[in-house]
């Protein structure tokens, strides 16, 4: 058996033989991992990683690659000397998603001893409408009785909702205000459930402003 003197000796032996050598990679980052939340009506966020050359040799990024094409990423330049700082720059679009959006970023430098990095960023996307529950269903030969979506606008100031459509009149459909500023019950009913039938209905909502179109399903099967 190996004493420990004898495995630093086998050790150093393989790294001569090798021309390997233990080193620090060169880049130092402030963070590889960022978490913020958007705001209602926010279209894209920016998220900045700094970094700085700690090392004593020039470094160079040879690729920036997002995992998701909703993720614009790039360096201000692609060498950056021994001492100099710099950063990554990503841009995340947020059209039409809501909730966290968990998103990476693979960095990769010409170091030999930390050749590729990670860099992680989850935007939370605040929803505009909270709507519960999204899919109203009735059986065929139950009691073509009237079910009801809530409907909650998370910020009254910001989101409006303006007017509904539905695609199918065999589905009787009205609004009406709940109690609470913000809330309200969107009433559904079938003619009857001897038949099978299915309806989208669209819930046209101004978000700063800006249309969008949240929907509702509704089903006899």
Not at 57 to 73: F, G
Request: glycine residues 6%.
């Amino acid at each position: 058996m190996l004493q420990l003197g004898g495995v630093r000796v086998w050790i150093a032996s393989m790294l001569l033989i090798t021309g390997t050598t233990w080193c620090q990679a060169a880049l130092e980052w402030k963070t590889t991992d960022v978490r913020l939340k958007a705001e209602i009506g926010q279209e894209s966020v920016v998220v900045v990683f700094p970094f700085r050359n700690a090392g004593e040799k020039p470094v160079r990024i040879v690729s920036v690659a997002p995992s998701c094409d909703c993720v614009a990423a790039k360096p201000e330049k692609e060498v950056y000397a021994p001492g100099e700082s710099g950063e990554i720059r990503a841009e995340v679009d947020l059209t039409g998603r809501v909730g966290p959006q968990a998103k990476f970023i693979t960095v990769t430098t010409d170091e030999a001893a930390r050749p590729t990095v990670k860099l992680a960023l989850v935007v939370d996307v605040p929803e505009p409408l909270v709507i519960t529950p999204r899919f109203l269903l009735w059986r065929e030969g139950e009691s073509p009785e009237g079910k009801s979506v809530e409907i909650k606008v998370t910020e009254p100031s910001k989101v409006a909702l303006k007017e509904f459509q539905s695609n199918n009149p065999f589905f009787e459909v009205r609004m009406e205000r709940g109690s609470e500023s913000g809330h309200f019950l969107l009433r559904v009913k079938p003619k009857e459930t001897k038949t099978g039938e299915e309806a989208v209905i669209r819930l046209n909502v101004a978000v700063v402003g800006k249309l969008q179109v949240f929907v509702v399903y509704a089903a006899v099967k």
